[in-house]
Every structure is written in C-alpha cells, then in structure tokens.
C-alpha cells in the first residue's frame, strides 16, 4: 500500500459543499493536497491501495446513506482518522458516529472554518501520532531481532575442563552492544578465552563485535600464536569499514594439563586473583586496536594457576557503573567483590557481581555494555 500521508480525503457528493470545504481547508492548511471523491465504493477502492492522514465524509452520498457508510469505510480502513460531515443534525447519531469510530461529527450547516480546522488538524496530528508509533515499533522490533541474534553469538554454556570452572556474561545496555566474550579451542589443544569492547554501543558496535567475533575464529583454527591473532586482527580493524571504532581486548590461552596460561592484553586488563587474596594485574604493554599503533603484539610468558586461584576478566562497563548521585563502582570495589566470593563458583561469583552492581545502580539506567568471564582452578 501506498502512503499518502499529509492528504486529505474528502468524501462528498455535493460540488458546492466540497467546494466550500476546499476553500476553507486550503485557507488554513496551503500545501496540504486534497483527494476529492463522490462515492462509498471508489472510496473504499483508494483506501485499498492508498493511505490519507484524514477523511472527511459526508453519510449520505448516492450509493450509501448513514451509518452504513461510516462502516463501510471502517471496514476498510481503520487506521486513518475519520471526521464525519452531516446535514443530519441528529446527537444519538453523533454519539454512536464516535462510538463506533468516527473521531469527530461535524454539521454541515453549522459548519465554522475554526471547528473543521481543528478537527482536521487534530486527525493529521493523531495520524502522524500513528505512523511514529508504527515505525517505532518496527525499530523496536529489529532492535529486539539483533539482540536476539547477537545473545545467540555468544556461548550459550561455558566450556566443561577437569580441574576448571567457567563462566561468563554479557549484557548490553542498548539492544545490541559492542562488548564481546567468547572461548576458543586452539589448534594446540589449549582453550582461548577472550572478552573485548569496542568503542561506544548500539548497533554500529555490535556489527564491529559480530566482525571480530567471525575473524578469531577463523584465525584460531590456523594459528595458536596470540601475538599473530591480534596482530592480523589489527590490520583487519584497521582497513574494515568500521575502522572509526576502536576495540580493547583482552584474551587467555589456558593450558589445563598443567595449569599454565599466557596472556595478551591490547588497552585492556585481567586480573589474577590468587587463592590466599593477593590480586596480580594482567597486562601487557599493548595499545587498543584499531588505529595501527602496535607494531607487534607483546604476550606474556607462562604462568601458573594454583588450587583456588581465580582469574577475572571484565569490561569497564562493571566498575564503570553510576548510581543518581553519579558516583562510580570503582575498580577496587569491583575487585575486592570478587576477592571476597573467591570460594564460590564462577556462576555464582557473576550473579553475585552483577546484583550488587544492579543494587549499586538502583534505578538508574545501565550506561555502557557490561561484559566478564571468571575462570577458576578447583
């Protein structure tokens, strides 16, 4: 179907009557076109294939009289606006009009340019009111269409390794985000858990994110090197059409027969947090990706996961977070969270960061994506 949104419709059989009607309305409303037509089935026939911001009809035309004609077009069409025009001057008529539909009756001889402007200019608004609300929620419905989509991106289970325990998280604050986790296997048997974020959120983030996600795993079938993944990683960001985005990312090849990781880190941070609470920085002195400035990538050399040790790998999203009085989580805070249910359960760790992020929040909304993976040696 067509629209003719910002068209009137009239509907009127008398040429004196739609030529008075005419004059008023160009009067008020000069670039508003109107579409004149003289009977109940060519009416019916146009709002088939056309749609009007506004009709205006008059009950009795020669092939309809009364209400049979109001729904008539009803029938036909209930999403435009109907303003009845009359030369029966009849109030139980009027009510039943609106009750059934019509959005306004007017009398033909009673007929002042103030109500019918008023009426009309109401129906456009209530119309224009219509198509936001429609093309709104066909955007809320894409919207919740790539969220879903983009939920479905992410592990739907954490890896089951001996010795290990797995989880991770990722909620968007907008429909989509830009934040991203996954777990890779690696050609050399370890396990490859990365969390990034890229810049900003909403859709242009999450199509870089579905982009990143695709190129590691292509990447991690060939090569179990981290320092030739983000390097590769790097000039494909760079060259892509979403190159305005940058992206921190943070990724840990885990050995699980002897307990031993490397890490790479590019502008953004883990952290190891040993069993007796000592907290280590994961880092290496690598710049974000995206904008060529890492001439090569640093890793780190082996390290060793001891019983009860606790690796945490978020997004700024979790310690970033703000409450009404804008004040901010905190890195420490986060952290020693973290440090405190060290005991517990990966899952149960991430439940219990993000309730005490969500109680810190309170009613304000959440700001930025908020992404972590928790890996923890039994």
């Given amino acids: 179907m067509e629209s003719n949104a910002g068209i009137i419709l009239l509907v009127e059989d008398s040429e004196d009557f739609a030529t008075l009607i005419g004059a008023h309305l160009r009067r008020a409303f000069a670039d508003l076109p109107i579409v004149r037509l003289e009977r109940l089935a060519q009416c019916q026939d146009e709002l088939g294939k056309n749609d009007y911001s506004v009709i205006l009809l008059d009950l009795n035309l020669p092939d309809s009289s009364g209400l049979k004609t109001l729904e008539a077009v009803l029938s036909t069409n209930r999403r435009t606006p109907i303003v009845v025009l009359t030369g029966v001057e009849d109030e139980t008529l009027a009510v039943e009009a609106v009750r059934i539909g019509a959005q306004d009756y007017i009398l033909k001889d009673a007929l002042h340019l103030g109500t019918l402007v008023r009426s009309v200019r109401f129906a456009i608004e209530r119309s224009q009111r219509r198509q936001t609300d429609i093309a709104l929620s066909h955007a809320l419905g894409e919207l919740d269409a790539a969220r879903e989509a983009q939920q479905r991106l992410f592990p739907q289970a954490a890896p089951e390794i001996a010795g290990f325990d797995i989880a991770g998280i990722s909620?968007?604050?907008?429909?989509?985000?830009?934040?991203?986790?996954?777990?890779?296997?690696?050609?050399?048997?370890?396990?490859?858990?990365?969390?990034?974020?890229?810049?900003?959120?909403?859709?242009?983030?999450?199509?870089?994110?579905?982009?990143?996600?695709?190129?590691?795993?292509?990447?991690?079938?060939?090569?179990?090197?981290?320092?030739?993944?983000?390097?590769?990683?790097?000039?494909?960001?760079?060259?892509?059409?979403?190159?305005?985005?940058?992206?921190?990312?943070?990724?840990?090849?885990?050995?699980?027969?002897?307990?031993?990781?490397?890490?790479?880190?590019a502008g953004h941070t883990g952290y190891h947090i040993h069993s007796n609470g000592e907290i280590r920085d994961l880092r290496t002195e690598n710049a974000l990706l995206g904008f060529e400035l890492n001439g090569s990538f640093e890793k780190s050399p082996p390290q060793k996961m001891e019983s009860g040790d606790v690796i945490f790998i978020p997004t700024d999203g979790l310690h970033e977070t703000h409450n009404s009085e804008k004040d901010m989580y905190g890195e420490a805070r986060l952290l020693e969270l973290v440090t405190s249910l060290r005991a517990m359960p990966s899952a149960a760790i991430i439940d219990a960061v993000r309730d005490d992020i969500d109680e810190f929040r309170g009613e304000t909304q959440q700001q930025d994506d908020v992404t972590a993976i928790i890996i923890k040696r039994l």
């Avoid at 690696?186 to 999450?206: T, W």
């Avoid at 059409?241 to 990312?249: A, E, I």
């Fill in 171 to 265: 909620l968007p604050a907008a429909s989509a985000g830009g934040d991203y986790f996954d777990y890779l296997n690696l050609p050399d048997g370890r396990l490859l858990s990365v969390v990034g974020d890229v810049s900003g959120h909403g859709l242009s983030s999450a199509l870089l994110m579905v982009e990143v996600r695709a190129c590691l795993h292509t990447l991690t079938n060939f090569s179990s090197d981290l320092s030739k993944c983000f390097a590769f990683l790097e000039k494909y960001l760079s060259a892509g059409p979403l190159s305005r985005h940058f992206l921190t990312m943070f990724g840990l090849a885990l050995n699980s027969i002897d307990a031993t990781y490397e890490f790479i880190g």
